[in-house]
């Protein structure tokens, strides 16, 4: 049993929060809102990000995020893009053996960063791994299974987060691939896109399966030219994480996609929508790195077009099915 | 503009045939059954396998398969259990240039043989290929866009089998790797049934995910054991297939499993069906081959036991999700 603190209060951090306590373990989550905290220690339930879930009575919420980093194991569950602004204020004031597990998803605007870069940076001396996967927060809080990537640099910090992290509804597989088993999850909302516009076309479940596979290949690329390995876009953080998000309309960037495939106008979708889709800053990003790491993107350079150039979806369709025949493991 | 064969006129056999002639090649068609000849011919329509697609003129029925083999292109449909029959009865009737591309999917139940083994047994001087991936073959025929792996030992007859089947519906992707390229289509069954105790159990999105992804690392342990690549396995005959079994309810492996998971027995579903689960059979002859091969297969072998030795479905779910941590690429 581990005392493990949690450093942002959103679905995903209450979802981790109520798994890791219903497995035993003593939990201290940190929330930015002052009535997220007050919610979660009087109600036993997180109102604002998770309402509807009656939470583990072994879950303390505090304002104060320093409290929460003094623990076991401190996971990071803040949004990608306020991860530099977390570590600025955890810095010095972490134990020296207390891992860092980041277990937000994306690429740092601006700076096109992965997220472990920039942990590098602001805590050079930290231990730190990376928490990802296939996982919707809400069937993790429901207490249904599920299977992540744990991976750090150090084989031995990787092995230590998931022997403290195991339970019965939550598998670690460890890898020492920390940039392949990030690009999966960065890139990803680009390809559920490009699925959810096959879907809202009607164009069935091969071309689907065939756009994440060929997907799947154009984020292998990218992680290898980055410095990764093409093999662990085969695990959970990169195959897993994509059929997941390119299945199902509980991802927002598959149902902005399929909107689209049946016709909408992007600012018409996104209009309507309260929550950030994702994916369509991620294809601005991405294009950058595709030609910074010269990887050919096809299918991430078509969403992009459809988005910001006015390639029209039956365009962006043919040029996704009319592309030259090649060696398939390149 | 090519003039292809196909022998075997089933459902897959009758969708290519389809989708061929679509794109202006000619197409002779061989069927076993005079009726099928028949129907083809005078209705334009495969009644027996095939009901309510209105067939190309451009598809001639026969029932001499000697004239279907007497083509540029000859694609071997029979079912996997009748290849090595069928290919006793073309020996010695196929041109040495026309390449034959098998696009059955199985292992040979008895031998425990792959159908390019069986090729090379029967044939041993032919141009042997492998078509396959993420193909419902109901969709193929509506002329819906697929993506398929094609796979040769020789370079040269991959690309050229590429280039004579590619159309704007239909977009193939070679590989050398013919072990590889064959795996993950006879053992996606039994990870489709695995998949399908898992949906029918309600375990969720996530638990469906990471089966998919490690089912997908047994696959290609067993292919890299058996001579082929991991890597292929990345690809449309590997994840891409895996995907379409393990996600629809088409898939009769799918269901199969689905309907364990509600708590039906197995002689009670498999009682009601005309058409063969195939998943059963592989199940057996994969517990042969992972012995064999000593690779680990734990998800494989609980479908197994789940079938043959009284596990129970929950004893199975438990089994797959306590499984020791692990590394991921192993």
Known sequence: VKKIGIIGAGAWGTALAQCLANAGHGVTIWALEPEVVTSINEQRENTSYFPGISLNEKIQA????LHAAKNDIVLLVTPAQFLRHTLKELKGHVDANTPLVICSKGIELGTGD???EIAAEEMPDADFAI???PTFASEVAKGLPCAVT???????IAQQICDGLANNRLRPYSTDDVIGAQIGSAVKNVMAIACGIIYGKGLGENARAALITRGLAEIARLAAAMGGKRETLMGLCGIGDLILTCSSMESRNFSFGAALGKGQKMEEILGERKAVTEGVHTAKALMVMAKKYKVDMPIAETVYKCLFENLSVDEAIESMLSRPVRPENQ
């Open 62 to 65: 505090t304002g104060d995020m």
């Open 114 to 116: 992965l997220l472990s």
């Open 131 to 133: 928490l990802t996967g």
């Open 150 to 156: 744990i991976a750090a640099q150090n084989k031995n």
